[in-house]
């Protein structure tokens, strides 16, 4: 074996450490996830997200409290739904959701309640005190007389301790809603 020169011996070491291939660091790429992933769970519980419907333009509130997951009752102009399942639309009685009582908007409302209380009979302390908790999501045009007759349905099944989903109004710097 020849003798080799300085020069020669670092053009072969370059080559070598070149033409192994790429190594991946992988210590560097694991804290990079794990602050990631910490990073989602600290404030992924900042912001409650409700079901989302497009036909529905929620109420503006400067309401600060955020909801909690429970029971959710959708309005929309020609159907309620109630957890993602329709109970009750226009054309099945051909009477909307107007300015009067409709019983059998009403009946339907009370037995898909009574039967979602039935899902569950051990009440928390809170509920037992407070009653069951339901969120109530309406567009802002639904009449009054309809947010009447779902709460009062509610309150008639044990579910007293109501929320109505708003879309929360931006504060202004001065401090002023």
């Avoid at 569950?120 to 999501?137: D, F, S």
């Avoid at 109505?164 to 001065?174: G, H, P, S, Y």
């Amino acid at each position: 074996m020849m003798k080799q020169s300085p020069r020669t011996k670092r053009i072969a070491k370059h080559h070598k450490r070149f033409n192994s291939g790429g190594k991946l660091n992988l210590v560097a790429l694991m804290d990079i996830f794990t602050i990631l992933v910490f990073f989602l769970i600290v404030n992924q519980s900042e912001v409650r997200v409700l079901q989302s419907v497009d036909k529905i333009k929620l109420p503006v509130s400067i309401a600060e409290e955020l909801p909690v997951e429970n029971l959710v009752i959708t309005v929309l102009e020609d159907t309620v739904l109630v957890q993602e399942q329709a109970i009750w639309q226009k054309a099945t009685d051909g009477i909307g959701l107007t300015e009067q009582e409709n019983p059998l908007f009403i009946e339907a409302l009370t037995k898909e309640l009574n039967y979602q209380a039935s899902k569950r009979l051990e009440l928390t302390e809170t509920e037992q005190e407070k009653g069951r908790a339901v969120t109530i999501i309406g567009d802002a045009s639904t009449p009054y007389v309809v947010l009447k007759q779902i709460m009062s349905a509610c309150a008639d099944t044990g579910y007293r301790n109501m929320s109505l989903a708003v879309e929360q109004q931006a504060q202004q710097a001065n401090g002023e809603g």
